[in-house]
């Protein structure tokens, strides 16, 4: 006689954890950061409110706009260099005292040593713009440390969506020209040549510079005439 055959046992479909279920499952189980994350945010907790910030006062004197970053620039923390979205303000508990629009900064730079922003400005009575910020000021009864990276890293990223094309080029005198094209706070272009072929040295020089903003110009589609 022939062996009896069991039959095999019918195999339970694998079930899903229900929806809600699933949403309430341990986060242990995402790759873990080694609590670098965590303590990292308690850390900037702890420090945050010990950083100087932008007194309200100040903030009254601004347009309406979100703040990127901003510094004092005296020892007693009245005036301040704030940076907007569409330009750099110098502002104080009292008044609004500069607004330089960021198609008018040139360049900038941070002399860490020195505690110094140091801007180049063009279109303007000013030439240029330094701009000391202390180690710490006296803020709502102590003494508070001054951050620069949200300042510093504004400024860098701001003068650099204003510049659309730079070009510059020795001249038959020995000086160096520049033509920029920026593009100001309602998106229109314009170009900026330095020196301005009027002010140039010499004829050939003006020539020289006349044709290298026609062509900077025609890069970017300007009306070149």
Known sequence: TRPTRCAPRPRRPSRSPPADRAARMSPARWPRSRGRDVAEGRRWRRGRPGLA??????????PVGKVLGAVPI???GESWAVAMADGLRIVSASALTA?????????????AEGR??????????EQGLTLVVPKQIEQDGGARPVAVDAFARALRQRVEASLVHLVSRALPSGAQARIAIRRDAGGALYAVASPEPGSAATEEDRAEVEA???SARDSVGLDTR
């Open 99 to 111: 607004d330089h629009p960021w198609d008018r900064v040139d360049k900038g730079s941070w002399d």
């Open 116 to 125: 110094a922003f140091t801007l180049a400005l063009s279109g303007g009575p």
């Open 53 to 62: 910030s932008l007194p309200a006062p100040c903030r009254t004197h601004l």
């Open 212 to 214: 290298l903003l026609r």
């Open 74 to 76: 005296d020892e007693a």
